[in-house]
């Protein structure tokens, strides 16, 4: 039987990571992977350009993941984002800063950054399984010992690295694998949900199509409690589609959708667009009114003209009762007032979100109450760590999810390897 100190299970960001770190420590390490190529989801990230790591200050990094960001500040005092750029600078990889902090290698290529990944694990002589999906894991004595692949071949390990992602874009490989072998460990698995999805509505206007395929810049959108209080607001752009909502501002709000309609027991959730975020809702009232008063025979559509984008102008002229040919000067100030409250405070009902599989991440995980924060090591099996998106942790897409997978890897990676070391001293 095949014996090595440390087995990576996951040729994502984290197990790329944890692998490399693993091997840095001089341990005989395996990297297996179910698919033909490693790094496929980190290869289409950001767009296909792979964002590697985000340059916002930690604080601000843990902000932008609400899903048990906290978790990982010790993690951060150890291995930080800075320390991802260095990481991969040291490896002849040159990053640039983008919007929100976001980095990208300088050639723009996804593929430069995970070549860069695949040459060290060379360097290290990192041995690497490809096309050998892992069937189970071993545990004896309440220890890790090994794993079964499904080919039924046994390779023996003192430690065991799992980091094989979440359930979302399963073509990548991320098929869920690894909940059943931690729920094996002991552990809990809180309620997998859809995060940085797009969100669907039955809205007349999202399902007549009305708006598809309109854009809408730099908008401030909110998630309303039941009381109509903001749970999370968001700046950004967004996208009406055939199906609901998408673009950045939605992704970023999908989870506050899910959480709501749950925690609520609701059917519909409702959203609040605000298209002029810069705007108090009385003064663009007054200024709606004085344009009008200055050229009252003008038609509202013409009057308004540069207000919004045309297309959502004449949206929520028609949605307020207003037609766009109309003279301004013959419109009630009431109209005129609600016009104006429809451009601050448009409401949208939600009723769900596209699939876990069409997510872009998978919220929920392996619970990080069980799981040491410096080590990424089980607390309930020995020799068992865990990294990336298969922990409950899920932040925006922006470069937070894969600095987590490559944070918690390079943990993992280290302390699996420690360990393989004192477990092979005390035989
Ligand atoms: C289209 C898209 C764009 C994204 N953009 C961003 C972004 O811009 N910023 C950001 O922060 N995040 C982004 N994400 C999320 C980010 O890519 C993931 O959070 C990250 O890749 C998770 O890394 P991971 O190593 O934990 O898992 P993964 O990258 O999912 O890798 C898991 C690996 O495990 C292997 N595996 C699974 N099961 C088995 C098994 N049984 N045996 C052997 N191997 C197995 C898989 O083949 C896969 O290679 C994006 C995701 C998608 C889908």
């Known amino acids: 039987m095949m014996n090595v100190d440390v087995i990576v299970i996951g040729g994502g960001p984290s197990g790329l990571m944890a692998a490399i770190a693993a ?8 990297l297996i992977d179910k698919g033909e190529k490693l ?14 790591t985000n340059r916002l200050p930690v604080e601000e990094i843990i902000k932008h993941i609400p899903g048990n960001g906290k978790f990982l500040y010790s993690a951060f005092s150890i291995f930080n984002n800075e320390d991802i750029i260095r990481f991969f600078e040291n490896l002849g990889i040159a990053l640039k800063e983008e919007d929100h ?40 004595n309440d220890k890790v010992s090994g794993v079964l692949l499904k080919d039924g071949q046994t390779i023996s390990a003192n430690s065991i ?21 931690a729920k094996k460990a002991g552990h809990t698995i809180t309620d997998l949900f859809p995060t940085e999805v797009p ?3 039955n809205e ?10 309109l854009s809408l810049r730099d908008i401030e959108l909110s998630v309303l409690n039941p009381k109509g209080k903001p749970l999370i607001t968001h700046r950004m752009d967004m996208l009406f589609t055939h199906f609901g909502i998408s673009g950045p501002a939605v992704l970023r709000c999908s989870q506050f959708v899910v959480k709501a309609l749950r925690k609520w027991n609701l059917k519909e959730v ?26 009252p025979k003008k038609s509202i559509k013409n009057t308004l003209k540069g207000f919004l984008p045309e297309r959502y102008l004449l949206f929520l002229l028609d949605y ?15 109209k005129l007032r609600s016009f104006a409250k429809s451009c601050k405070q448009f409401p949208i009902k939600a009723n769900g979100t596209l699939s876990l599989e069409k997510a872009f991440v998978t919220g929920g995980g392996v619970s990080v109450k069980e799981i040491e924060p410096q080590t990424m090591a089980s607390k309930l099996m020995k020799g068992l760590y865990f990294s990336g998106e298969i922990l409950d942790i899920h932040g925006y897409t922006g470069g937070y999810n894969i600095t987590s997978a490559f944070v918690t890897g390079r943990l993992a990676g280290t302390n699996a390897a420690l360990f393989a070391k004192t477990a092979e001293k005390s035989v």
């Open 320 to 334: 307020n009762g207003i037609s766009a040919a109309e003279q301004g000067g013959t419109i009630p100030n009431e």
């Open 161 to 181: 690295v799992v980091a094989v992602g979440g359930k979302s874009v399963p073509h990548t490989g991320s098929t869920g694998d690894g909940y059943a072998w």
């Open 23 to 30: 091997g840095e420590k001089g341990a005989k390490v395996l």
């Open 199 to 201: 969100v669907t509505s």
């Open 204 to 213: 007349p206007f999202i399902q007549n199509k009305t708006l598809q395929g």
């Open 270 to 295: 409702i959203l609040s667009l605000d298209a002029l975020p810069d705007s108090k809702e009385e003064e663009l009232f007054q200024e709606i009114v004085k344009l009008v008063k200055s050229e």
């Open 39 to 52: 790094g496929r989801k980190l290869a289409i990230s950001g767009g296909g350009r792979c964002n590697v």
């Open 101 to 140: 902090g976001r980095m990208f290698p300088v050639s723009n290529k996804a593929q430069s950054v995970v070549n860069a990944l695949l040459d060290q694990l060379e360097k290290l002589k990192v041995k690497v399984f490809k096309n050998s999906p892992v069937e189970d894991l071993i545990y004896e």
